[in-house]
């Protein structure tokens, strides 16, 4: 299937936002990065360019464990009203914002990791139990 | 004429004994009670000292033992010493008393200053010291029952209990965050627990009356109390932190139930 959209140059675009990146496969119809979009989400998305689609589209996957709290950022599309870099700003910047948030809740968890230690209590049984003592 | 001690008939001995002694602590202004009286002994009990002071003039002895104990444990712990009733008795008596009130204030002050030093060392984790010992709490003129010592110390906290009887005598100390339980054992031990709301234990001390270096019972009950206040303090203040966290969760569509509270996982 022919492609009528213009070819974007998403290593050019990256490298504007200065978001780090790794090229982690690549062929003639899929490109795969591994970005490093903040300092504490090292390893955090991955993201797939398929030069095929006549929608530019690309997908955006996330480990596991991030599954689990968010919802996947994927398949996000091009439209008429959104561009390619419009979704990639999008994207970045939910990234962030996802990424303060896990700075803040780490912050926190510090905090209680601290009351713990100050009072001589066992983080780890806490952890176990954690779940039933919120609903307290 | 001189009438000889030791032609003294044994109940008039014993008299003789206990006139002295109460005369000799009402002129040294210290406070005793009998804690127990009958024809064979009568057992005084010294107050005003973190440590119990013991004389049982008796029968059997022929004279009068004094000893120091640690309340409730019935241990001698410290120095006891014996007036055997004979003519020298009331030479020896003064000497032997004073040095023996000189004892068990020496040894309440180093206990005093050991707990003292215990409560330091605790308090930079413990907010709330456990609420001091009436003496009307920690001296009785008769033995009293752990039982007794365990729903005292918590009626005198205001403290909500539930106790159920069956082989163990238990105490369910009502708390929010977590189960503070008290066994009773028919052995006399006597296990201090505190569980989690899902059963899992976050400490355990067991106290054994035999076990000769083992604190009082309402010394280490306090104790128990103590480190729970303290617990209930440290949870309430994690759950104000684990409501930040859910906020910060609830305003970023994070899914707060499936957050790892290691955040290990996320950062290693």
């Known amino acids: 299937m022919e492609n009528n959209k213009p070819q974007i140059d998403i290593e050019s675009l990256l490298k504007e936002r200065e978001i780090g990146y790794t090229k982690i496969y690549s062929d003639e119809n899929q490109r795969v990065y591994k970005l ?9 998305v991955q993201l797939e360019f398929d030069v095929q689609g006549t929608d530019a589209s690309f997908y955006i996957r996330m480990p596991q464990m ?17 561009t390619f870099e419009d979704v990639l700003d999008e994207f970045v910047s939910q990234t962030k914002k996802l990424a303060e948030c896990f700075f803040k809740v780490k912050d926190k ?11 001589d209590l066992d983080y780890e049984d806490f952890i176990s139990t954690s779940n039933n003592f919120e609903k307290n | 004429m001189k ?65 120091i104990n640690i309340p409730y444990t019935d241990l001698c712990l410290f120095s006891s010493y014996f007036m055997k009733f004979n003519d020298n008795f009331k030479n020896q008596f003064d000497g032997v008393l004073d040095y023996f009130l000189d004892q068990i ?30 003496p009307s709490n920690s001296l009785h003129s008769q033995p009293i029952s752990p039982s007794t010592t365990i729903e005292s110390i918590l009626t005198e906290r205001e403290i909500e209990f539930e ?25 006399g031990e006597i296990s201090f627990c505190i569980l989690s709301n899902t059963g899992n234990r976050i400490s355990a001390t067991v106290w054994d009356p035999k076990n000769i270096h083992a604190p009082s019972l309402d010394r280490i009950l306090n104790h128990f109390l103590g480190q729970f206040e303290s617990y209930y303090n440290a949870f309430s203040l994690i759950k104000e ?28």
């Open chain 1, 66 to 82: 991030y599954q689990e709290l968010v919802d996947p950022l994927v398949w996000l599309q091009e439209s008429n009203e959104s």
């Open chain 1, 36 to 44: 490093y979009i903040t300092s504490m989400l090292d390893t955090f």
């Open chain 2, 241 to 268: 932190k684990l409501i930040e966290i859910k906020a910060i969760c609830d305003y970023n569509c994070i899914r707060y139930d499936s957050l790892d509270m290691d955040l290990k996982n996320y950062t290693d």
């Open chain 2, 3 to 67: 009438i000889s001690y030791q032609h003294q008939t044994t109940l008039k001995k014993i008299k003789i004994m206990t006139e002295l002694f109460e005369s000799a602590l009402e002129t040294r202004n210290i406070k005793f009670v009998k804690r127990f009286e009958n024809d064979e002994k009568i057992d005084y009990l010294i107050q005003d000292y973190s440590l119990e002071g013991i004389i049982v003039v008796s029968k059997e002895t022929n004279g009068a033992k004094l000893y």
């Open chain 2, 163 to 187: 106790k159920v009887e069956g082989n163990n005598i238990t105490y369910n100390i009502k708390n929010n965050y977590f189960k503070p339980v008290i066994y009773v054992f028919p052995n």
């Open chain 2, 105 to 134: 204030q020496k040894h309440s002050n180093k206990f005093n200053l050991y707990l003292e030093m215990q409560k330091r060392s605790g308090e930079s984790t413990t907010p709330k010291s456990p609420a001091p010992i009436s």
């Open chain 1, 109 to 119: 968890l510090s905090e209680i990791k601290f009351i713990f230690k100050s009072y």
